[in-house]
């Protein structure tokens, strides 16, 4: 990828299972995505890919999915990736219950990452677990077991989730975990 180096809407997204989930504000139709299983391994030069969805953006239910499949990202944009092993960005009141993470998660660009999600926005997670590993070396250290960032203060609701594997800085392939 040397065309689109966008990290919002406007971005290439890329999934094991579903792209982009969107519905039209107050539309009463639901986009449900259950009891599906990534074990590809994805390897990208995209600002937004996942192995489930990449994009939960709105109206968007997600249940009992498993991400086995690893995934490295170099994104041309130094810092602009957001990339997580169940959705890329979860936001406008979705819901993400029952999924779990085992595959490895590396940005070698210095992304926005977490085993889960990069950005849980206004959503709810229940009964997620994470095991892989999450490395990148973002100046802000936007990495987490579940999550990478929530600047925009907007909360979500976590309940009953589970933190495995580890998390730290990828150091150029040499990685040094967070404590």
């Keep these: 990828n040397t065309t689109n180096t ?4 406007k971005a290439y997204h890329a999934a094991g299972i579903v792209g982009f989930a969107h519905a039209v504000l107050d539309c009463k139709k639901v986009n449900t995505i259950s009891s599906c299983s990534n074990s590809a391994k994805m390897t990208s030069a995209l600002s937004r890919t996942s192995g489930i969805c990449c994009s939960a953006n709105r109206s ?9 499949g690893d995934q ?41 990452i977490g085993g889960i999600t990069s ?13 892989g590993e999450i490395l990148t070396d973002h100046a802000n250290g936007y990495r987490g077991v579940f999550f990478g960032f929530n600047g925009n203060g907007n909360g979500s609701v976590w ?18 975990y967070d404590s």
């Design 60 to 68: 968007t239910e997600i249940f009992n999915c498993d991400n086995h």
């Design 159 to 176: 309940k009953n989730c589970t933190a495995g594997g580890k998390v730290g800085t990828y150091n150029n392939g040499s990685p040094v």
């Design 119 to 131: 950005l849980p926005n206004k959503a709810t997670f229940t009964n997620c677990a994470n095991y």
């Design 72 to 112: 490295i990202n170099s994104f041309v944009t130094i810092g602009g990736a957001r990339l997580g092993n169940i959705a890329c960005v979860v936001t406008n009141s979705c819901v993400v219950s029952g999924c779990t993470n085992y595959g490895d998660l590396i940005s070698t660009t210095k992304g926005r």
């Design 6 to 9: 966008e990290s919002g809407a």
